[in-house]
C-alpha cells in the first residue's frame, strides 16, 4: 500500500521512520508529475519543497501552528500532507485551488498569490499570538525570488524588532522565483550558497561529538546555534544577522533528517528566527531540470515521460507583444524594456536575447520597477514595463504620484487582463480598467485583436508626455476582427443598416468576438445595432457622445470591473455632453471570482452572447413604447431642450 494514501494528515507523519519518508517523498514526486501533467499548474515548484514540506508538518502542528506559503504555487505537497489528494480536477471548477485556499482547509491562511506579503502576515500573527498568550507558533516559508520584493524588507524590519516575539522563516532557496533570481539578495544568497566552509566544519565536529557518550549530542546543537562570530569567521552570512535575525544554515533542503533538527532549533529559540533552505526546483524530474527557462515552473497539459506539450494552440496575445517589442527595438535605440522578474511570462525573453544591455529585470519589485521607469523617462529614453495586470495594482500610487504627475512617457503593457480564470481570484486582471480611470493624462488602450496589439504598441509608445497602458488577455489570440469604418478614433466593426439604429454597443478590447455575436442575435430581434471598438478608452472618444445620441440605447462590454469601468467612464463623459440615452453596461460584478476555466467564469457572471442580447432585447422591448425622438437630442443643444421634453425614462444603467 502506498505511503501516501496513509497520510489524511500533518499527525500521520509522525509514525514514519527515516526510510519510509524518503519513501514518501519519493512517492509524492510521482503523485505529482503524473496527476499535474493530466491538468496543469505549478510543477516545479513543488518538486522542489518536498522534503522541506515534510520536514515543517512533522516539527510544527498545524492547524494550531500557522504555516504560511507565500506566492502559494508550492502548496500542492503541503494540500497532499493535509488530507487533500484528489487532484483530477486542480485548478477547474469544483476542483482544489492552484494555490491555499481557507474554503479548502483549516491548514491553510493566505489565499492572496501575489508575492512577498507573507512576512507581514507572519509579523501580524506572531504579534496577536503574543498579546493574546497563545503558544502556538508562525511559520513563513518564502522564496528567494519573494525576498526581493521591498514589502519583505518591510516586514522584516518590523518583525527584527521584537527579539522575544517567537516567528521562523524559511527562506526556500532555489535561486529561481521564475528565472533565476537576480540583484544585490540574490549575490548575497549565492555567497552563502557557495561558502561551505561552516558546514564542512559543523560536519566534520558531528562525526566526532555524536561518537562522545552523553553530551556528544547537546554540545554539537549548541555549536549548531553558534555565535555570529564563529560564523562570519567561518562564512560570511552577516546580513540577516546585521537586521537581529537569528540565521540558521544554510541547510540542504531535500535532507528530511537535517531539515527537522534545524527547524526544532528555531522553534526552540523564542525569537525571530531565518533557516535558509537550498532546494532544487523541479527535483527529481528530468524534463524540468532541462529546462533552463523556469525549470517547469508553470506547465499546461503535458506528457509526463517527456515534458511535452500534449496539444498546441496558436499564437498568444503574449508573443505578438514580444515579437513586436523586438521590432521597435531595432527601429528605436531609445526603446528599453522593464520586467518584474517574469521575464518569459510576460514575451519579453526575445527582447532580452537581442537588446540585453536595455533589459531591466527589477525583481519581485512593481513599485520600484514604475518609479525607475519614471526615471528613465526623465532621462530621455522610453521605458515599456510589461506586468500581468493584476501585479499592477501593487504600483498603484507609483503610477499616480511618480510617472503621471511627472508627466513621464511611460508604456505599461498588462498581460492577462480580465478573466484569466484557472489561477483563481487574486490572478484576474479585473481592476487595472477601473483603478487606472482616476489616473490624469493615462491614454488606456484595449487591443481586439493581435494587428491592434502592435498598432497600439506602436502608438503607445510615440506618447512621450504621460504614461499609456496597452492591456491583452491570457492565452491565444483570435482571428483578426475587421473594422468597417472609422468614428473619431474609433474603429466601427458593424453598421446597422439604418438611420436610426437602435443599439450603439462599445465592444471592448478582447470580447469584440462575442460583441458581434451579440449585434446578430440583436439583429434577428429586429433590433439594429452598431458595434464600436473605441480602441483607446481612456479618454472617452469625444465622437462618442454625438454617436451615442443617434442610437436609442448605449451598451458597453467590457472584460474588468463594472465598478468604475470603461462603462462608467463612458457613462459620465454622456452625462458631461448632456447626452440622456439609458445606458447599460456589462462587465464582471464586485466579487472575487472562484477558479474555473475562463469561459465557465464568463458564463457566471453574464459575460456571453446571449445573457447579453436577452438583457438587451428586454431593456429596447420597455423602450418600445417611447417616441425614438423622445429619447435622443434630436439635434439640440442641452440648454435649447425644452424642460417637458426631458426624457422621462430613468437609465437602465444598474
Not at 514 to 522: H, N, Y
Request: charged share 25%.
Amino acid at each position: 500500500m502506498p505511503l501516501l494514501t496513509r497520510i489524511r494528515g500533518p499527525r500521520d507523519l509522525d509514525r514514519l521512520n527515516s526510510e519510509e519518508l524518503d519513501r514518501l517523498a519519493e512517492e509524492i514526486r510521482t503523485f505529482l508529475v503524473t496527476e499535474v501533467s493530466k491538468t496543469g499548474g505549478h510543477l516545479g515548484p513543488n518538486l522542489g519543497v518536498v522534503e522541506l514540506t515534510i520536514a515543517l508538518h512533522r516539527v510544527f502542528d498545524s492547524p494550531k501552528d500557522k504555516v504560511l506559503w507565500d506566492t502559494g504555487h508550492q502548496s500542492y505537497v503541503h494540500k497532499l500532507l493535509t488530507g487533500r489528494q484528489d487532484f483530477s480536477r486542480l485548478k477547474m471548477k469544483g476542483g482544489l485551488s492552484g494555490y491555499p485556499s481557507q474554503a479548502e482547509s483549516e491548514h491553510d491562511v493566505i489565499e492572496n498569490s501575489h508575492a512577498s506579503t507573507v512576512l507581514g502576515w507572519a509579523d501580524g500573527i506572531a504579534k496577536a499570538n503574543q498579546l493574546l498568550e497563545r503558544d502556538s507558533h508562525v511559520v513563513a516559508v518564502i522564496g528567494d525570488g519573494a525576498l526581493t520584493g521591498g514589502m519583505a524588507w518591510e516586514a522584516l524590519n518590523n518583525i527584527a524588532d521584537a527579539k522575544d516575539r517567537p516567528l521562523v522563516i524559511v527562506v526556500n532557496d532555489n535561486e529561481r522565483s521564475y528565472a533565476p533570481t537576480i540583484g544585490g539578495l540574490a549575490n548575497h544568497l549565492a555567497t552563502l550558497r557557495t561558502t561551505d566552509g561552516y558546514e564542512r566544519f559543523l560536519a566534520r565536529t558531528r562525526e566526532m561529538l555524536e561518537r562522545t557518550p552523553v553530551v556528544g549530542r547537546p554540545l554539537y546543537e549548541t555549536l549548531h546555534g553558534a555565535k555570529k562570530g564563529l560564523k562570519d569567521f567561518i562564512a560570511p552570512q552577516g546580513m540577516f544577522e546585521d537586521l537581529g535575525l537569528k540565521y540558521v544554515g544554510p541547510i540542504d533542503g531535500h535532507d528530511i533528517e537535517a531539515l527537522e533538527s534545524a527547524l526544532s532549533r528555531a522553534k526552540r529559540f523564542g525569537g525571530p528566527v531565518i533557516v535558509h533552505c537550498l532546494t532544487e526546483k523541479g527535483r527529481g524530474y528530468q524534463p524540468a531540470l532541462q529546462d533552463e527557462a523556469d525549470r517547469f515552473h508553470a506547465v499546461g497539459k503535458i506528457h509526463p515521460d517527456t515534458g511535452l506539450p500534449i496539444a498546441t494552440s496558436g499564437a498568444d496575445w503574449t508573443s505578438v507583444f514580444g515579437d513586436e517589442m523586438v521590432k521597435l527595438g531595432k527601429e528605436r535605440k531609445d526603446v528599453v524594456a522593464i520586467t518584474a522578474a517574469m521575464l518569459q511570462p510576460v514575451g519579453l525573453d526575445k527582447f532580452a536575447k537581442a537588446f540585453p544591455d536595455r533589459i531591466y529585470d527589477v525583481g519581485i519589485a512593481e513599485q520600484h520597477g514604475a518609479v525607475s521607469a519614471a526615471g528613465l523617462a526623465h532621462a530621455g529614453v522610453h521605458p515599456v514595463f510589461a506586468v500581468y495586470a493584476t501585479f499592477l495594482n501593487r504600483a498603484f500610487d507609483q503610477v499616480l504620484m511618480d510617472v503621471a504627475l511627472h508627466k513621464c512617457g511611460v508604456t505599461f503593457v498588462l498581460d492577462r487582463a480580465g478573466v484569466t480564470g484557472t489561477d483563481g481570484a487574486s490572478h484576474n486582471g479585473m481592476w487595472d480598467m477601473s483603478i487606472l480611470q482616476v489616473v490624469p493624462g493615462l491614454r488606456l488602450a484595449a487591443p481586439r485583436d493581435a494587428d491592434q496589439v502592435r498598432a497600439q504598441l506602436r502608438e503607445a509608445v510615440e506618447v512621450d508626455d504621460a504614461p499609456t497602458v496597452v492591456r491583452f488577455s491570457k492565452g491565444a489570440v483570435g482571428p483578426a476582427v475587421p473594422a468597417v469604418g472609422r468614428v473619431g478614433g474609433m474603429d466601427v466593426l458593424r453598421e446597422p443598416g439604418t438611420d436610426s439604429p437602435d443599439v450603439l454597443l462599445v465592444s471592448v478590447g478582447a470580447l469584440a468576438p462575442m460583441c458581434l455575436e451579440v449585434a446578430s442575435l440583436l439583429d434577428k430581434q429586429g433590433i439594429s445595432t452598431t458595434v464600436v471598438d473605441p480602441r483607446w478608452v481612456k479618454p472617452v472618444d469625444e465622437a462618442m457622445a454625438p454617436l451615442a445620441e443617434r442610437h436609442r440605447v448605449v451598451v458597453t462590454v467590457e472584460d474588468n470591473s463594472r465598478v468604475g469601468g470603461v462603462g462608467s467612464a463612458i457613462a459620465q463623459a454622456l452625462r458631461d455632453a448632456g447626452v440622456d440615452v439609458p445606458l447599460r453596461d456589462f462587465g464582471i460584478p464586485p466579487r472575487f471570482l472562484d477558479h474555473a476555466s475562463r469561459a465557465e467564469v464568463l458564463a457566471e457572471i453574464g459575460l456571453t452572447a446571449p445573457d447579453i442580447a436577452r438583457q438587451v432585447t428586454g431593456l429596447v422591448s420597455r423602450l418600445d413604447g417611447l417616441p425614438h425622438s423622445r429619447l435622443r437630442s434630436n439635434g439640440r443643444t442641452p440648454a435649447e431642450r425644452p424642460a417637458a421634453e426631458a426624457d422621462p425614462v430613468q437609465s437602465a444603467r444598474d
